[in-house]
């Protein structure tokens, strides 16, 4: 059965602190990982890692995968109460449809 | 250009009822899905589509029927409403399964309540 880890589950940080959030994965299929964050929405896209070891930077986001390991990393630098929010994590299934294993995701919460 | 676009945003049904949640793109996307997210969880696949014409069960199927008579529009339907499918529903779309993830469009999502 495909399955999605997130850890921790939830985290509580102050304004300025580095984060980093964890995801593992057993995709049968596995195309790429993919990251979004969710403000009580839809979920906005972040990265999609589908090369192991290069790191992808947006700003103060970066995110990196380890296909031997099976696992991705999301790192949050300087964080901003902007930057609360859940923080999803997901495997694409290679040629099904753009069908995405989410997992339950990290709740971060900025505190000033 | 709308997007996807569901309907409606917000819903209230009774135990028993049956329903249809609406989902249309307008960007000509062959690949279509419905998911659901429950409190402190992701979102779960309940069906999807590759093209019209064809359909497949995801992680929840049960209690849901979808159908894709045309490109453009996948509802999916709840045959007898039950309090378990009080939920958010995401629908989205992609141009292929192949895809960079910016590509993978959801719409703004469907809160039910099953009372």
Redesign the interface.
């Known amino acids: 059965e495909d399955k ?1 880890v ?1 850890s921790p ?1 939830s985290l509580v940080v102050h304004e300025g602190d580095t984060v980093t959030l964890n995801c593992s994965y057993e995709v049968t299929n596995f ?2 990982l ?1 990251w979004y964050k969710q403000e009580k ?3 906005t ?1 972040l ?2 890692l589908t090369s192991s070891g290069i790191e992808k930077k947006s700003g103060r986001l970066s995110s990196i995968l380890d296909k031997k390991e099976l696992f991705s990393i999301l790192n949050i630098t300087a964080t901003q109460t902007g930057d609360s929010a859940v923080y ?1 994590c ?1 495997g ?1 299934i ?12 990290t709740e971060l919460s900025v505190k000033p | 250009n709308a997007g996807v676009t569901q309907t409606p945003k917000f819903q209230v049904l009774k135990t028993g009822q049956s329903m249809t949640l609406q989902c249309a793109q307008d960007m000509n996307h062959e690949y279509m899905s419905w998911y659901r997210q429950d409190p402190g969880m992701g979102l779960r696949l309940i069906h999807y589509s590759v093209g019209a014409g064809i359909t497949d069960q995801g992680e929840v199927p049960n209690g849901y029927n979808v159908s894709r008579s045309t490109t453009e529009d996948f509802p999916l339907r709840l045959l007898s409403a039950a309090p378990s499918q009080t939920s958010v529903y995401f629908c989205a779309s992609s141009y292929d399964g192949t895809l960079s993830g910016n590509t993978i469009y959801f719409g703004e999502g469907s809160w039910l309540t099953v009372v």
Request: charged share 10%.
């Open positions: 999605v997130q589950l195309r790429s993919l929405k839809a979920p896209f990265f999609m999803l997901a694409l290679y040629n099904q449809g753009g069908k995405l294993i989410f997992g339950q995701g």
